[in-house]
């Protein structure tokens, strides 16, 4: 089993910046493609940005490219996503998801995440 602990989350007000973080355990992380959903309130979950178990590729949706950018830690475990210039549109609760070993396309595609943690609430507002 893999657990997965999304942190960082709070109110922000629009333009601001927050560092979300998601703690794995159970598994070799460095194993795992680590993406990140979103679902906002009456909405569905979305896909936001992935990065591969090699670490060499990362991919964003388009409404976050320029603005979010996902990393890894593999020694301390954690998967990052960084925001800035936040908007209103970006309130969601985030959630971070893990996939063994995956690569190439269709990385967004939600049903291939065996793990999800908990999720963090994320609100832009003034």
């Known amino acids: 089993q893999v657990q997965l602990v999304e942190s960082g989350g709070g109110l922000v007000q629009p333009g601001g910046s927050l560092r979300l973080s998601c703690a794995v355990s159970?598994?070799?992380?460095?194993?795992?493609?680590m993406a990140w959903f979103r679902q906002a309130p009456g909405k569905e979950r979305e896909f936001v940005a992935v990065i591969t178990w090699k670490g060499d590729v990362t991919n964003y949706t388009d409404s976050v490219k320029g603005r979010f950018i996902i990393s890894r830690d593999n020694p301390k475990n954690t998967v990052y996503l960084q925001m800035i210039n936040l908007k209103r549109d970006d309130t969601a609760v985030y959630y971070c998801?893990?996939?063994?070993?995956?690569?190439?396309?269709?990385?967004?595609?939600?049903?291939?995440?065996?793990?999800w943690g908990q999720g963090t609430q994320v609100t832009v507002s003034s």
């Open positions: 159970g598994r070799t992380f460095s194993d795992y493609t």
């Open positions: 998801a893990a996939d063994f070993r995956g690569y190439g396309s269709r990385l967004q595609i939600q049903g291939r995440y065996d793990y």
